[in-house]
């Protein structure tokens, strides 16, 4: 490690990881499917609970 690495923050780090990771072209995509996996998760257990109280209360 270089005196400069050794000197940073644990955030500073982190955010310096993050722009490189945020340049990579694979990571961007990955990342988005992941958000749309997860958002689709999301709407699916919506529905689930949304028929399961029309269920238990009507």
Do not use: G, H
């Amino acid at each position: 490690m270089s005196k400069k690495t050794k000197n940073k923050r644990p955030a500073e780090m982190f955010a310096e990881r993050l722009r490189m990771s945020n340049s990579d072209l694979k990571v961007i995509l990955a990342m988005d499917q992941l958000r749309r996996k997860k958002q689709e998760e999301r709407l699916s257990d919506e529905e689930i609970v949304s028929s399961s109280k029309q269920i238990y209360y009507f």
